[in-house]
C-alpha cells in the first residue's frame, strides 16, 4: 500500500517558503520520496502504519495551504500512466516488492 500527500503551499512571503520547506523536510525524514514536485509518496504494510504516518503527518502541518492524502493499494499504483516524460529513478529504484532500508 501507498499513502500519498500532494500539497500546495503558498511560498511567496518568506515565512511561508520556509514553513513550505520545513514540511517537505519532515515528509522526507519520515521516508517519504518525491513523486514529482508537491506529490510525496511512502510504501506501508497496511491500514494501521498508513494512519499512523497519517497523524505524524498531521503532527507537522503548515499552517496555511492544502495537503491532501490518498491510500493506494500497490496494484492501484501499478496501474498508473505517466503521460508524458518518465518514471523518476526513485519510482524505478523503490516498487511495493522491494525492502528498502533508510
Same mark, same amino acid.
Given at each position: 500500500?501507498?499513502?500519498?500527500?500532494?500539497?500546495?503551499? =503558498?511560498?511567496?512571503?518568506?515565512?511561508?517558503?520556509?514553513?513550505?520547506?520545513?514540511?517537505?523536510?519532515?515528509?522526507? #525524514?519520515?521516508?517519504?520520496?518525491?513523486?514529482? @514536485?508537491?506529490? @510525496? @509518496?511512502?510504501?506501508?504494510?497496511?491500514?494501521?502504519?498508513?494512519?499512523? @504516518?497519517?497523524?505524524?503527518?498531521?503532527?507537522?502541518? =503548515?499552517?496555511?495551504?492544502?495537503?491532501?492524502?490518498?491510500?493506494?493499494?500497490?496494484?492501484?499504483?501499478?496501474?498508473?500512466?505517466?503521460?508524458?516524460?518518465?518514471?523518476? =529513478?526513485?519510482?524505478?529504484?523503490? #516498487?511495493?516488492?522491494?525492502?528498502?532500508?533508510?
Amino acid at each position: 500500500m501507498r499513502v500519498i500527500v500532494m500539497f500546495d503551499l =503558498p511560498v511567496v512571503e518568506a515565512e511561508d517558503r520556509k514553513a513550505a520547506n520545513r514540511f517537505r523536510h519532515d515528509l522526507i #525524514s519520515e521516508g517519504f520520496v518525491m513523486m514529482q @514536485y508537491s506529490v @510525496y @509518496y511512502r510504501i506501508v504494510n497496511g491500514l494501521d502504519m498508513a494512519k499512523k @504516518y497519517e497523524n505524524r503527518i498531521e503532527g507537522f502541518l =503548515p499552517e496555511k495551504g492544502q495537503v491532501r492524502l490518498l491510500l493506494l493499494t500497490e496494484k492501484q499504483f501499478a496501474n498508473m500512466k505517466v503521460l508524458i516524460g518518465d518514471i523518476s =529513478p526513485q519510482e524505478r529504484d523503490i #516498487s511495493g516488492n522491494s525492502l528498502t532500508s533508510l
